[in-house]
């Protein structure tokens, strides 16, 4: 039987952090929420069309987690993506000098996804060189 590790409790996290993102508001102009499936009628900002990717790199994540298969690759994509729609919502709205408009949940929850991929990644890097350092001392 094969335990889960953290890296692929980290992996189920991120992936509902992304799943979540992707169904909760991203943009609040104080009297409205926009959430993905609206941002990306906007055709000034043609990668918020990248918000469709969320939910299937959500699923991905939450699926490999759950058989225990740890994906780097998912990791870096995910992140990758997550950073480039926030720099585009960044980019539309600029928050530090706005004093109505703000980020909603869905925005904090792909930052949070971003920290947990980072997170995994270390713990992972973590876990090849302890198994290096074991394999020369035995």
């Given at each position: 039987m094969q335990y889960a590790t953290n890296k692929n409790i980290l992996q189920i996290i991120c992936g509902v952090l992304l799943l979540?993102?992707?169904?909760?508001?991203?943009?609040?102009?104080?009297?409205?929420?926009?959430?993905?499936s609206e941002l990306m009628g906007f055709s000034r900002f043609p990668l918020f069309k990248l918000f469709f990717v969320l939910p299937i790199l959500g699923l991905a994540h939450i699926y490999f987690g759950w058989m225990k298969t740890y994906k780097p690759i998912l990791h870096l994509a995910s992140t990758i993506l997550s950073i480039i729609l926030i720099y585009e919502l960044n980019r539309m709205v600029n928050f530090g000098t706005s004093n109505i408009d703000g980020a909603a949940n869905g925005y904090y929850m792909a930052g949070l996804a971003i920290l947990i991929s980072i997170a995994s990644f270390i713990l992972s890097k973590k876990d090849i060189?302890?198994?290096q350092t074991t394999g020369k001392e035995g």
């Amino acid at each position: 039987m094969q335990y889960a590790t953290n890296k692929n409790i980290l992996q189920i996290i991120c992936g509902v952090l992304l799943l979540f993102s992707f169904f909760s508001a991203w943009y609040n102009t104080g009297a409205f929420l926009f959430s993905p499936s609206e941002l990306m009628g906007f055709s000034r900002f043609p990668l918020f069309k990248l918000f469709f990717v969320l939910p299937i790199l959500g699923l991905a994540h939450i699926y490999f987690g759950w058989m225990k298969t740890y994906k780097p690759i998912l990791h870096l994509a995910s992140t990758i993506l997550s950073i480039i729609l926030i720099y585009e919502l960044n980019r539309m709205v600029n928050f530090g000098t706005s004093n109505i408009d703000g980020a909603a949940n869905g925005y904090y929850m792909a930052g949070l996804a971003i920290l947990i991929s980072i997170a995994s990644f270390i713990l992972s890097k973590k876990d090849i060189s302890n198994v290096q350092t074991t394999g020369k001392e035995g």
